[in-house]
């Protein structure tokens, strides 16, 4: 069975429910770890400034200034693609840092585009 890792500070466990049943300080929404959905991948991207690591824990581990929810990177989940679209208005670009580095009109939530899954 794979390991099962959490999307706010990498911390991996072999289910879902040992994992779930742990604190999490980097949660920006409460105190449990949160499933990461996107799988295990040779690079993990941040889906808000684009920064990548091979470790989902050491690109977790990092700030993040494009962040609207926390102040750390947070593993985009879909898969690596030859284009990008935002989720809000549907910009696209080539790479996730160069449509994140554009300001997204529709996004409510924050000021950068953020890529559909």
Sequence with gaps: ????????CGSSNSSVSSLTGGSCSRNPEGRHHVPYDGGEKSKYYCKFCG??????SSLTGGSCPRNPEGKYHVPYEGSEKSMYECKYCG???SSIS???GGTCPRNSHGKCHVPVR
Excluded: G
């Design 1 to 8: 069975m794979a390991n099962v890792y959490c999307m706010y």
């Design 51 to 56: 920064s990548s690591n091979s470790s989902i």
């Design 91 to 93: 910009s696209r670009n």
């Design 98 to 100: 160069s449509l994140t």
